[in-house]
């Protein structure tokens, strides 16, 4: 029991935004996870670099703030994972696209 009570009253605790905005920034990974079920040509290359350059900037903050939240880092790493995944599929895909396009002009 005192292991919850610290845990409940500690600067990352569930009283506190270092614990509720990684819970809720885990959406994006979920998010990211169901994408990868979707066709590449669905996929927006631009957002998901942007969401990759996000979950690298949120990493660093999450490892720079004092105290350390390894649940906002746990959660950027994953979503950066997860996008870098879905960015090569995107980029496969207009590989795929572009060979395509040049035999049909050959």
């Not at 957002?47 to 950027?76: D, E, I, K, Q």
Request: proline share 6%; net charge positive; charged share 15%.
């Amino acid at each position: 029991m005192s292991y919850f009570r610290a845990f409940l009253n500690s600067p990352v605790g569930p009283k506190t935004t270092h614990f509720w905005g990684p819970m809720a920034n885990w959406g994006f990974v979920i998010s990211g996870v169901m994408d990868s079920q979707k066709p590449p040509d669905a996929i927006s290359g631009n957002m998901t670099s942007v969401l990759c350059v996000y979950s690298l900037l949120c990493m660093r903050f999450a490892w720079m703030v004092r105290p350390r939240n390894y649940l906002l880092l746990a959660c950027h790493a994953s979503n950066e994972s997860v996008q870098l995944y879905q960015l090569s599929r995107w980029l496969k895909h207009q590989r795929y696209l572009s060979q395509k396009e040049e035999s049909v002009s050959s």
